[in-house]
T-cell receptor, first 113, second 115 residues
């Protein structure tokens, strides 16, 4: 079955530590996205990528980094510079960057130890 | 003022009821409209994707778009306990220049259908 796989499902970060969230898709989609979901704030865009080796900052990119070395993969690193990282992180993909619905993975919940 | 407004609820209805979920928006440039369903601790699942004003039906779900009033709705007929979830509306703006047509979400409405 085609879809988006996010791992791990739950992740804990210690102070000063960088952590990386995995996102893999087998939908052959060109565009991929990372969102952060907090209670009462909806989904906020962190980074997006139109194509391999290209990515752009979203609305809340500070304290995060990404890479897009393969079409199928778009990992997100939450760095120690992100002072409030506790949230539900969602990865999404779409056929193209414009005017296409996005399909989501089942998320990673990140908490601080 | 937020670009997309959605009543967070919570909304509680008996099984079999017709449910109406609504969003209003301020940006007349929004062109494409979506409804997502999100179960607890899961990612959003695409339910409906529409472009033009009017109605689109898929099984028990009907999406309605009124661009003149900047208002979209999702109707659920014969609601079931399995419909209990958070429903998110989302909209795509125009693509042009450096803008790719970002997806803008409503806050989500929490729906509970009780037996």
């Amino acid at each position: 079955d085609g879809g988006i796989t996010q791992s791990p499902k739950y992740l804990f970060r210690k102070e000063g530590q960088n952590v990386t969230l995995s996102c893999e898709q087998n939908l052959n989609h060109d565009a991929m996205y990372w969102y952060r979901q907090d209670p009462g704030q909806g989904l906020r865009l962190i980074y997006y990528s139109q194509i391999v080796n290209d990515f752009q900052k979203g609305d809340i990119a500070e304290g995060y980094s990404v890479s897009r070395e393969k079409k199928e993969s778009f990992p997100l690193t939450v760095t120690s510079a992100q002072k409030n990282p506790t949230a539900f992180y969602l990865c999404a993909s779409s056929k193209a960057i414009r005017n296409q619905p996005q399909h989501f993975g089942d998320g990673t919940r990140l908490s601080i130890l | 003022q937020k670009e997309v407004e959605q009543d967070p609820g919570p909304l509680s209805v008996p099984e079999g009821a017709i449910v109406s979920l609504n969003c209003t928006y301020s940006n007349s440039a929004f062109q494409y409209f979506m409804w997502y369903r999100q179960y607890s601790r899961k990612g959003p699942e695409l339910l409906m994707y529409t472009y033009s004003s009017g109605n689109k039906e898929d099984g028990r779900f009907t999406a309605q778009v009124d661009k003149s009033s900047k208002y979209i709705s999702l109707f659920i007929r014969d609601s079931q306990p399995s419909d209990s979830a958070t429903y998110l509306c989302a909209m795509i703006g125009p693509a042009g220049g450096t803008s790719y047509g970002k997806l803008t979400f409503g806050q989500g409405t929490i729906l509970t259908v009780h037996p």
